[in-house]
């Protein structure tokens, strides 16, 4: 069974950075797509951005300045930077895997995710 | 940006009572969208995907229909562990965009 697991400070001082690693366990990474999600407390799910195994990534463009997705085969994670935090950044922190719903069908749905991960910005 | 608005913000049902949420996309999106549920302090999980497929492991109490820019989530017969929050997101076109949440509380 494929499982996602989040790691990384739970708390950022406004400025710095936001760095986040997802290790994936129970499958190859070497597949499919991987996002990362975020969740202010109360609020929606936004989308980050992904990463295909190709290395291919795309961005939500309201954070696209701030925010590279790196991936690491060789260790089976891939891991979020999010540059010049403000409190506003302040959420859960998910990673979840994407994959197409099957043959000929190019929708892709999040089927495994991380546990997820507060990430407080504050100083 | 394609936004999604879902409908209504929260409702109050009864275990056995049929239960639609539904969700709009801005723009069309065929049948880019999926279901999530998600209880407090959990992750998303997937329930619906391709507007009405059924997720492996999923109860067939829950269905789903649409196409286009209007879409509905069903539970026919509520359960104890359905009170959650049902989210819809569209992958036709990044940014993946979420619903604002249909919160599903006890009457």
């Known amino acids: 069974q494929v499982q996602l697991q989040e790691s990384g400070p739970g708390l950022v001082k406004p400025s710095e950075t936001l760095s986040l690693t997802c290790s994936v366990s129970?499958?190859?990474?070497?597949?499919?797509?991987w996002s990362w999600i975020r969740q202010p407390p109360g609020k929606g799910l936004e989308w980050i951005g992904y990463i295909y195994y190709s290395g291919s990534t795309k961005y939500n463009p309201s954070l696209k300045s701030r925010v590279t997705i790196s991936l690491d085969s060789s260790k089976n994670q891939f891991s979020l930077k999010l540059t010049s935090v403000t409190a506003a950044d302040t959420a859960v922190y998910y990673c979840?895997?994407?994959?197409?719903?099957?043959?000929?069908?190019?929708?892709?749905?999040?089927?495994?995710w991380g546990q997820g991960t507060l990430v407080t910005v504050s100083s | 940006d394609i936004q999604m608005t879902q409908s209504p913000s929260s409702l109050s049902a009864s275990v056995g009572d049929r239960v639609t949420i539904t969700c709009r996309a801005s723009q069309s999106i065929s049948n880019y969208l999926n279901w999530y549920q998600q209880k407090p302090g959990k992750a998303p999980k997937v329930l619906i995907y391709a507007a009405s497929s059924l997720q492996s492991g999923v109860p067939s109490r829950f269905s789903g229909s649409g196409s286009g820019t209007d879409f509905t989530l069903t539970i026919s017969s509520l359960q104890p562990e359905d009170f959650a929050t049902y989210s819809c997101?569209?992958?036709?076109?990044?940014?993946?965009?979420f619903g604002q949440g249909t919160k599903v509380e006890i009457k």
């Open positions: 979840a895997r994407g994959i197409y719903c099957g043959a000929d069908c190019y929708s892709i749905l999040l089927d495994h």
């Open positions: 129970g499958g190859s990474i070497s597949r499919y797509h």
């Open positions: 997101q569209q992958s036709y076109t990044t940014p993946w965009t």
